[in-house]
């Protein structure tokens, strides 16, 4: 199994501009998470599917965000507009529902200019 | 807000030495678990142990749970140059929905 693949690795993006992330979970694995990573604020979950089903979105800082798992073998975060604030490494994690813990992608590192 | 907290936040040990990192959380769990970050990269999951059992171990690791002081601990015995990384306790309360806490960052002297 390849893991759980995000893309792309590494974005650099304009103040304004849209960016979506992709995130492929391992097969068999029914939930789904979206995590940021930052400096100051640490892990932040923002977002987790069951099933494909939005689950919790509580952690979405704004409405500029966003994400969507229409099948379940892939996810969306998408930000739109950006804003440098974004700028953080975006972790796409998955598991199976109550399993042994979770497998975590090598994440998205974002910078917005 | 974070769930967990880490103590201490960084540690810098001898190849060969045990390192002890401790977690402190601050509501009823289901399970805690620990997982490991290299620079530059995702995290990797160490071990879980769940709210009714006090210790794990795994290889190197031994991990400990005090749910009446909402507390664990991870040891990892004679540390090698690899055991350098970051280190997170997460908690998961409700629903396989894990928050970590700010991690301890070990840096192991070869």
């Known amino acids: 199994d390849a893991g759980v693949i995000q893309s792309p690795r590494h974005e650099v993006t304009e103040m304004g501009q849209e960016v979506t992330l992709r995130c492929k979970p391992i097969?068999?694995?029914?939930?789904l998470f979206w995590y940021r990573q930052t400096m100051m604020r640490g892990l932040e979950l923002l977002i987790y599917?069951?099933?494909?089903?939005?689950?919790?979105d509580s952690g979405m800082p704004e409405d500029r965000f966003s994400a969507k798992m229409p099948n379940a073998s892939f996810s969306t975060l998408k930000i739109q507009p950006s804003e440098p604030r974004d700028s953080a490494v975006y972790f796409c994690a998955s598991s199976l529902f109550q399993g042994e813990g979770y497998t975590f992608g090598s994440g998205t590192r974002l910078t917005v200019v | 807000s974070q769930q967990g907290e880490e103590d201490p936040q960084a540690l810098s040990i001898q190849e060969g030495e045990n390192a002890t990192m401790n977690c402190s959380y601050k509501?009823?769990?289901?399970?805690l678990q620990w997982y490991r970050q290299n620079s530059g990269r995702g995290l990797v999951h160490l071990i879980l142990i769940r709210s009714n059992e006090r210790e794990k171990h795994s290889g190197r690791l031994r991990v400990t749970l005090d749910t009446s002081k909402k507390s664990s601990s991870l040891l990892i015995t004679a540390s090698r140059a690899a055991d350098t990384a970051s280190y997170f306790c997460?908690?998961?309360?409700?629903?396989?929905?894990?928050?970590f806490g700010g991690g301890t960052r070990v840096l192991v002297k070869p």
């Open positions: 997460a908690t998961d309360s409700a629903g396989n929905k894990l928050t």
């Open positions: 097969s068999g694995h029914n939930s």
């Open positions: 509501t009823s769990i289901n399970n």
């Open positions: 599917f069951n099933n494909n089903v939005p689950i919790d």
